[in-house]
């Protein structure tokens, strides 16, 4: 048997499996970091014996050592050393990944990726991060930091994300979409116009991704120009990571696999003109495969390859 803890900003879950199936699950909002541990090791308790333990969690954190280093969006979580603890209270292996890798091991070996030796798995959610599979091992870097795509400059300006002006992550990501989309409703508003998205200027922080992916739905083409220049972006750093590591697959979660039609045509457009043509012709883009599961996968993944 084995335990899987993903531990999110917002809710944490641990599951128990075989190896192939879930069996049991409980699942919590996380709370400060004392009381979060606390149930963290009494749902472990609860859903019995484990072989070894797997725990996904945002980073940054130090996965050689099993050490939570501040996450951003885990305040108080500071130089927790999560594997040392759950390793003396439960006697067994335990194994920590941040949540990109994480769910690129899970993608991987239950999910779009199955079968793949090389595979990238690109998170496009609310940041944009890569996990990494190379020649069936998972590639995490000299410190623990490949896969931070997000973090590449663009354009020398642009939405913000991971940091800095223009990235990867600021223009594809949910609060990249919401950046470009004020940008768009505010040139429309100068000039005596509205989008299908915003009204008025009290509307404009008001903005999300998905306020725009229900007005692009619609039709309404400002929304779809916002979506067009995310597609292009993605493209041009898709077809970076296509020359650079040739992968056999890249799987792409959360905002793709919800909005693949508004996207595809022209991230493809792009990248048949940038990527190197052998390469791209060897190369599939999937859409994930796990869901709202990931995490759970994810989690119970980082447990699997510590077998590895």
Avoid at 213 to 223: K, L, N, T, V
Avoid at 281 to 303: F, N, T
Wanted: some cysteine; glycine content about 14%.
């Amino acid at each position: 048997m084995i335990t899987g803890i993903d531990i999110g900003g917002t809710k944490c879950a641990v599951v128990l499996s075989d190896g192939f199936e879930i069996l049991d699950k409980v699942k919590f909002e996380t709370a400060d970091r004392d009381s979060t541990l606390e149930k963290i090791f009494d749902a472990v308790r609860k859903l019995g014996k484990t072989d070894r333990i797997g725990v996904s969690c945002g980073g940054p954190l130090d996965s050689k050592r099993g050490i939570i280093m501040s996450p951003p969006n885990l305040p108080g979580w500071d130089n927790v050393r999560i594997t040392e603890m759950l390793e003396k209270e439960f006697g067994v292996p335990a194994f920590l990944r941040n949540d990109a890798d994480a769910c690129a091991l899970a993608e991987w070996r239950y999910g779009a990726g199955r079968g793949s030796q090389n595979m990238i798995f690109l998170t496009c959610g609310t940041g944009m991060g890569a996990g990494i599979i190379l020649n069936g091992k998972l590639y995490s870097g000299t410190c623990g930091m490949a896969g931070e795509i997000g973090h590449v400059r663009m354009r020398s300006h642009g939405p913000v994300g991971y940091g800095k002006e223009g990235s990867f992550e600021g223009f594809c990501s949910g609060g990249g979409i919401a950046q470009i989309g004020r940008t768009v409703a505010t040139e429309k508003l100068q000039t005596g116009g509205v989008t299908g998205y915003c009204g008025g200027y009290d509307e404009l922080q008001k903005i999300t991704a998905k306020s725009i992916a229900a007005a692009a739905g619609q039709g309404d083409p400002d929304a779809l120009e916002v979506y067009r220049v995310f597609a292009r972006m993605l493209g041009e750093g898709i077809s970076v990571l296509i020359d650079i590591l040739n992968p056999e697959v890249i799987v792409i979660g959360s905002i793709f696999t919800r909005c693949e039609n508004l996207i595809r045509p022209h991230m493809e457009e792009v990248i048949k003109c940038e990527a190197l043509t052998h390469s791209y012709a060897m190369c599939r883009i999937l859409p994930a495969q796990l869901g709202e599961a990931v995490g759970d996968y994810a989690a119970l993944s980082v447990a699997l390859e510590g077998e590895d």
